[in-house]
C-alpha cells in the first residue's frame, strides 16, 4: 500500500514539475535531456544503501538472527563517510580497456556495476543463520564498498554532464531518482521476497533488485562521456610520482588553497546540524506522545513524503529565483525555523491536526534545502577533480548530520521536548552566520559555479556582483 502511494507522488510530482517546464521559464530544464538522465542515475544510486540498512535488516529479522548482531548494520555506513580516502584513484586511475572505451566516468561506472550485481546476488543466495553468518558479512561490507563508490562515481558524472542552468534541476531530479531507488530496494524487494508478495525468497528478490544499475547504465550510455578531461587519467605516462601528486595531493591543495576554505568547510559541517538532530529524535517524541501507528504512518511517511518531493521540486526554481547565495540562505533559514513547530507540537501534545503541520513545513522546507545544499556542493567542486572534491565535501556534511548531531538524546532528556526543539533552533544558527560571514566576504557567490583555483573553461563569477547590498546609512 505505502509502495503504491509512494510511487504514485513520485510519478506525480515529476509529471507536474516537467508539465510547469513548459509553462514557466525556472521550471524548464527539468524536461532536458541531462536532468531526466540525472533521474537515471539517481535510480541506481539510491537502492543499494536501502537496500543494507532497511531491507537487509528487515531480512535478518525475518530469519530469527539475534537483534544484537542486526546492529551491527548501522557499521556498513562508514565506506559513505570514508569514500573521499579512495575517490582520488577513481578520479585519476584508468581502467583498461573500459576508460578507452568509455571515458573515465562511465567506465568506473560500469566496471562497479558489474561487480554491485554480482555482490548484490551472492549476498541474496548466503542464507545468514546464527550459526553461519560469515559470507552474508563478507558480501554485505562488499556491497557497502562498491555501493560507496559508485556513488563517487555517479556524482562525479552528473555534475560533469549537466550545465550551469541545469545543475539545479538536474540535482532535484537526482533526489527523485534517489527516492525511487529507495522504494525499489525497501518495499519492491520485500514484496517479491515474501510469502505475502510475489513469495520468490530472498535470493531472486536480491537478483531482480540489483537489476536497478540499469538505469545508469542506460543513461549513461546516452549521456556520453561528460566534460572530464582525458589526459588528467593518462598523466602516468609522466610518472608514478607526478600522477600521485596529480591524483592524490593536488585536489586537497587546490580545493585548501581557495579564499575562505576553512570557513567553506566549517559551513559544510555545521549547516544541517540542526536539522538532522531534529530528525534522529522526531520518531522517539512521537511516540512518547502517543501517536498510533496508524498515525505514525500516515502523517509522518504520508504527508512527510509529498512534502519532501514537492520541496525538492522547488528547490531549484528557488536557486533560479533567487540566486546560490540567497538560496542557501533563506532554505537554512526555514529549516532552522520550521523546527519551532515541533516545540509547539511537543507544548500542545497529542494533535493530529499539529503533527501533519509541523511534519508537512518541515519536510517541505527540507527539501528545498536539500537540493540548494547538494547544488551548493556540486557548484564546489573544479571540474579538474570532481570525484574527489565532492566527496570530500558530502563526506564532511555527513560527519556534520551524524557525529555532531548524537547529543541530541541528552539534550532531550535533560530539557523536555519543547526545550530540545528549541534547542535545535540555536544550534542551527552559527550556520547561518558563517554563511553570511562567507557571502559578505564574497567567498559564496550567486551563480551555481563558485570560485576555485583551477581554470576548468568556465568563466569566473564576478564577486563583487553577487555580495549582497551594504546596508543604507
Known amino acids: 500500500m505505502q509502495l503504491g502511494l509512494d510511487t504514485a507522488v513520485l510519478i506525480a510530482v515529476i509529471a507536474l514539475v516537467i508539465g510547469l517546464a513548459f509553462v514557466i521559464p525556472s521550471f524548464s530544464p527539468y524536461r532536458k535531456p541531462m536532468p531526466i538522465v540525472a533521474f537515471l542515475l539517481g535510480i541506481s544510486s539510491g537502492f543499494p544503501l536501502t537496500l543494507l540498512l532497511g531491507t537487509m535488516t528487515f531480512w535478518l529479522s525475518k530469519v530469527g538472527i539475534d537483534k544484537s548482531t542486526i546492529g551491527f548494520a548501522i557499521g556498513l555506513t562508514t565506506p559513505y563517510t570514508l569514500k573521499f580516502l579512495w575517490a582520488p584513484?577513481?578520479?585519476?586511475?584508468?581502467?583498461?580497456?573500459?576508460?578507452?572505451?568509455?571515458?573515465?566516468r562511465r567506465g568506473w561506472l560500469f566496471f562497479i556495476q558489474a561487480l554491485l550485481v554480482i555482490a548484490i546476488w551472492n549476498l541474496g543466495t548466503s542464507n545468514p543463520t546464527n550459526d553461519n553468518l560469515a559470507p552474508f558479512a563478507f558480501w554485505a561490507i562488499a556491497v557497502a564498498f562498491l555501493s560507496a563508490t559508485?556513488?563517487?562515481?555517479?556524482?562525479?558524472?552528473?555534475?560533469?554532464?549537466?550545465?550551469?542552468?541545469?545543475?539545479?534541476?538536474?540535482?532535484?531530479?537526482?533526489?527523485?531518482?534517489?527516492?525511487?531507488?529507495?522504494?525499489?530496494?525497501?518495499?519492491?524487494?520485500?514484496?517479491?521476497?515474501?510469502?505475502?508478495?510475489?513469495?520468490?525468497?530472498?535470493a531472486a528478490a536480491y537478483g531482480f533488485t540489483g537489476l536497478a544499475v540499469l538505469p545508469a547504465f542506460l543513461g549513461a550510455l546516452y549521456a556520453g562521456s561528460g566534460r572530464f578531461d582525458p589526459t588528467r587519467a593518462n598523466a602516468m605516462a609522466e610518472g608514478f610520482a607526478a600522477w600521485l601528486k596529480d591524483t592524490v595531493v593536488n585536489p586537497f591543495r587546490e580545493f585548501?588553497?581557495?579564499?575562505?576554505?576553512?570557513?567553506?568547510?566549517?559551513?559544510?559541517?555545521?549547516?544541517?546540524?540542526g536539522d538532522a538532530m531534529g530528525q534522529g529524535m522526531l520518531n522517539p517524541m512521537i511516540v512518547e506522545l502517543g501517536f498510533t501507528d496508524t498515525e505514525f504512518v500516515a502523517i509522518n511517511k504520508g504527508v512527510g513524503f509529498v512534502a519532501l518531493i514537492v520541496g525538492s521540486a522547488c528547490g531549484a526554481p528557488f536557486i533560479a529565483w533567487?540566486?546560490?547565495?540567497?538560496?542557501?540562505?533563506?532554505?537554512?533559514?526555514?529549516m532552522m525555523f520550521?523546527?519551532?513547530?515541533?516545540?509547539?507540537?511537543?507544548?500542545?501534545?497529542?494533535?493530529?491536526?499539529?503533527?501533519?503541520?509541523?511534519?508537512?513545513?518541515?519536510?517541505?522546507?527540507?527539501?528545498?534545502?536539500?537540493?540548494?545544499?547538494?547544488?551548493?556542493?556540486?557548484?564546489?567542486?573544479?571540474?579538474?577533480?570532481?570525484?574527489?572534491?565532492f566527496a570530500l565535501l558530502s563526506s564532511f556534511a555527513?560527519?556534520?548530520?551524524?557525529?555532531l548531531a548524537t547529543p541530541?538524546?541528552?539534550?532531550?532528556?535533560?530539557?523536555?521536548?519543547v526545550g530540545f526543539w528549541i534547542v535545535t533552533v540555536v544550534i542551527a544558527a552559527p550556520g547561518m552566520l558563517l554563511l553570511w560571514v562567507l557571502w559578505r566576504k564574497g567567498f559564496v557567490v550567486q551563480t551555481v559555479r563558485q570560485p576555485s583555483t583551477e581554470d576548468d573553461g568556465h568563466e569566473r563569477p564576478r564577486r563583487e556582483e553577487n555580495r549582497p547590498a551594504p546596508a543604507r546609512t
Not at 359 to 384: K, P, Q, R
Not at 398 to 403: D, F, I, K
Open 338 to 389: 520550521s523546527n519551532f513547530l515541533f516545540a509547539v507540537l511537543a507544548a500542545v501534545g497529542h494533535s493530529p491536526l499539529m503533527l501533519a503541520i509541523a511534519v508537512g513545513t518541515e519536510n517541505f522546507t527540507s527539501g528545498i534545502g536539500l537540493t540548494v545544499f547538494v547544488t551548493y556542493l556540486s557548484g564546489l567542486s573544479s571540474l579538474a577533480y570532481t570525484a574527489t572534491q
Open 150 to 202: 559508485q556513488d563517487i562515481v555517479i556524482d562525479a558524472y552528473r555534475i560533469e554532464i549537466l550545465s550551469d542552468a541545469e545543475l539545479p534541476h538536474g540535482t532535484a531530479m537526482n533526489q527523485f531518482g534517489y527516492r525511487t531507488g529507495n522504494l525499489i530496494a525497501g518495499v519492491g524487494t520485500i514484496a517479491l521476497a515474501s510469502p505475502e508478495g510475489f513469495n520468490l525468497g530472498w
Open 256 to 273: 585548501l588553497g581557495r579564499n575562505g576554505a576553512v570557513l567553506i568547510l566549517l559551513f559544510v559541517l555545521v549547516y544541517k546540524v
Open 89 to 104: 584513484l577513481v578520479d585519476r586511475l584508468p581502467l583498461p580497456f573500459l576508460t578507452k572505451a568509455f571515458g573515465q
Open 398 to 403: 555527513a560527519v556534520g548530520r551524524t557525529w
Open 322 to 334: 533567487l540566486g546560490m547565495g540567497r538560496a542557501l540562505l533563506i532554505s537554512g533559514l526555514l
Open 408 to 417: 541530541g538524546g541528552y539534550i532531550a532528556e535533560g530539557l523536555g521536548w
